[in-house]
């Protein structure tokens, strides 16, 4: 879906921290919203968690940097990071070309998948986005 001109799939959820999440089976794929990546600017750097580190839901597990800006990463979901894309490392702005995409940020085996109902989903994660367009004017 479109919110005011920023790209939101139906399928994934969305975290408050501007981090998306798409289930797979018991793995969550995480990655930085469409609004975060164009809010930050061009990503210079991706600080991410280890692959086997133990995350917790709303815990920060990492950075990202623009040329004059630094924000944190949250784990949208608990559990045992699976995987981190190797490919941000020799080039961040993936995050920028494709935030949905190939420019996810790593992925968690969950520990609890019940926690993807503290997160938001079609109209609830629509009009949150509304809000937060409105608090950055």
């Known amino acids: 879906m479109d919110v005011e001109g920023y790209n939101m799939p139906d399928d994934l959820y969305y975290h408050k921290e501007y981090m998306w999440a798409k289930v797979e089976g018991n793995v969550a794929v995480v990655g930085f919203t469409d609004f975060a990546q164009k809010m930050a600017g061009d990503v210079s750097y991706v600080e ?21 800006w630094v924000g944190k990463m949250f784990a949208p979901v608990s559990g045992k990071v699976s995987a981190t894309n190797e490919k941000l490392y020799d080039d961040p702005t993936i995050i920028n070309k494709d935030p949905y995409g190939e420019g996810w940020v790593f992925k968690i085996e969950m520990s609890s998948p019940d926690d993807v109902n503290n997160l938001m989903k079609g109209e609830a994660a629509a009009e949150w986005q509304k ?3 409105e608090k950055h004017k």
């Open 48 to 68: 991410m968690p280890f692959d086997g580190d133990e995350v917790s839901q709303d815990s920060e597990v990492g950075t990202i940097e623009t040329g004059k």
């Open 131 to 133: 809000g937060e367009i």
